[in-house]
């Protein structure tokens, strides 16, 4: 049985300052995959059914790498691996670290606002999504009496730190394969009203999974997955 633990980290070289570095809640993912797939299961889903797997927001393309990584030692583990982002440099950025990983044209990149450019051909297609999603909520200030708001598409996740989050939810089921059971893995954190967000996901019908915690700083980050209800 071949140890996940041992495969290596995906070679970030290309770091753009615009683009989100890969940090702690990027690691509760990477390493919550490396516990969790091995040759015959992607968290007790046969790892031969997956057929798609997207990476929102793929910033440095890190997540998406780090499941090229996969493929490429586990024979049965086919998807096609997509990432997409909002951002140009994010893509950009991912796809130099592509090349860097030695995996050039391997990974789908599209450029987009959640799933606006994603083609018709996509719908109902992923099996598995990943999305560590500006989970934040929005900073507002004074300026000269005018209420601005500073965004940053990073960690920005709307008023109350999950509307971003909650708009991806609310088109997301036309992209995954409702034929068979899916998984979509995301992060939220403590600075939010979690039972807020957790009524919204369970009236949209997803079952909500704490899978890992940790405090940094002054906040929780939690790696959540969703299934249907
Ligand atoms: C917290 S970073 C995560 C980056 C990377 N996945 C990681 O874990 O290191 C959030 C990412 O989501 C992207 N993003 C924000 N809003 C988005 C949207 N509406 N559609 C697609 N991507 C978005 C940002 O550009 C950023 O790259």
Known sequence: ??????????????????????????????????????????????????????????????????????????????????????????????????????????????KSDLFRKFPPSLQHSFDIIVFNPPYLPS????????????????????KHGFEVFLKFIRQVKDFLNLSQNYYIYYISSSLTNLSQLNDELEILGFRNSILNKKHVFFEDIILNRLEEL
């Open 1 to 110: 049985m071949k140890n996940i633990n041992l495969f290596p980290d995906p070679i970030i070289s290309y770091t753009f300052k615009e683009v989100y570095p890969p940090s702690d809640d990027t690691y509760l993912i990477i390493d919550y995959f490396k516990k969790i797939v091995n040759e015959n299961f992607f968290d007790g889903l046969p790892i031969n059914t997956i057929r798609k797997i997207l990476d929102m927001g793929t910033g440095t393309g890190i997540i998406a790498l780090f499941l090229q990584e996969i493929k490429k030692n586990l024979s049965k583990f086919t998807s096609k691996i997509y990432a997409s982002d909002i951002s140009d440099a994010a893509i950009r950025c991912a796809t130099l670290n592509e090349r860097t990983n030695n995996y050039k044209d391997s990974i789908t990149f599209i």
């Open 139 to 158: 900073i507002t200030y004074k300026e000269k009496d005018i209420i601005r708001r500073r965004t940053d598409s990073n960690w920005d996740g709307g």
